[in-house]
């Protein structure tokens, strides 16, 4: 498991280890910078309780992620990153599903060298 990322693309692995574990917490303490904002829904941005609110629907299907970094655009300690995912679960009935999507994150070095996410928009360019 990636618990902390040392180079922006290793942001996409650490979100992808604690959703797959299913700790919503770890993976807000591990993978957001404080102040940290994720777009709930296209335009309506979620951040502190309502962060934790807006990745439930996510961790409701209690499926496994698969998560790409696609692109990475650095410059000095902020990164942009373009990451194609899919969660795969299985509904009621045990019939497989897949959720996909296209992520484009914002994600800065802090003074411990340790980089998150300040900037999630699961959304892609939706």
């Not at 917490?25 to 807006?54: C, F, K, M, T």
């Not at 692109?71 to 990153?81: E, I, Q, S």
């Not at 996410?117 to 699961?122: G, K, M, Q, R, V």
Request: charged content about 25%; overall charge negative.
């Amino acid at each position: 498991m990636k618990t902390v990322a040392h180079v922006p693309e290793e942001t996409t692995q650490v979100f992808a280890d604690h959703f797959n574990a299913g700790d919503v917490d770890r993976l807000i303490e591990r993978y957001y910078a404080p102040g940290a904002v994720l777009a709930d829904s296209p335009g309506r941005p979620a951040s502190g309780d309502e962060l934790r609110a807006a990745l439930a629907k996510y961790f409701e299907v209690r499926g496994t992620m698969k998560a790409t970094t696609r692109h990475v655009l650095a410059n000095g300690d902020t990164a942009l990153l373009v990451i194609d995912w899919e969660i795969e679960a299985k509904d009621a009935s045990g019939n497989t599903f897949t959720i996909p999507g296209t992520s484009t994150d914002v994600v800065r070095r802090g003074a411990d060298g340790t980089w998150r996410c300040i900037i999630d928009n699961p959304h892609g360019t939706k």
